[in-house]
């Protein structure tokens, strides 16, 4: 959920989207995040993670400038709108795709070339050709409140969702059932609810997962890991 005009965040989770940069010629990929910290500034800090650009030569590397001179590979931020630059070192002109990942339901995130401005969400992949070089001032990236959801965010800020030692809690008005699915998308526990409150334990393997659940008025998804 976002505050009123301010734009600084209420939540005190990190919440954090990932850019891969495909080489489509070759089909490697690298990576950089832009993180929401309520710790960090807008600015260079130590919530930031500074970028050394590597050698390979068919790897199209993307990072972030922070205060114009400053390169990352992880860039938090507190308070919203926010935009900041990407650049993306290329060993040679290619065809890439850059890829969006894991963006939180309350953020808009934008992506800007050039004159041209794209609003993308989770799973939204830009097709493009870069130039030799580091590609500097073409990208940007835009962040800002996602008004569309707030309803959607109020909804599933009534419902409870948590796993701790491989047990699943939900807690909610008029639950409906919960799901879970590994990272291949699997279907790996299913289960009808009733009532305001459900707990047990998983019989699950060592990994990372989504579970959802869902109440009368809305829905909470969230990212767990289990180890044992």
Known sequence: MMTPPS??????????????VVNTANGLTKDAYISYNPAASNGLDNADRGKL???????CEPYFMV???NMVGV?????IPYECPMNIKSYAGTDIAI??????????????????EYEVSNGYSYL???TEGKNINRFKIRIGANENNLQQSAKESSISLWVSNATLNVNGQDLKNVEIYNTLGYMVFSQKLSGNSFKTHLDIANGTYTA???????SKTIKFVITK
């Open 75 to 79: 860039n938090a931020f507190s308070a």
């Open 7 to 20: 734009g600084a965040k209420t939540t005190t989770a990190a919440e954090t989207f990932r850019i891969d």
């Open 53 to 59: 650009l590597g050698y390979n030569i068919g790897m």
């Open 212 to 218: 959802k659940a869902t109440a009368k008025n809305g």
């Open 99 to 116: 890829n969006f990942s894991d963006i939180p339901a309350d953020l808009q995130v934008t992506l800007i070339d050039g004159e041209n």
């Open 67 to 69: 205060d114009d001179s």
């Open 128 to 130: 493009t050709t870069i």
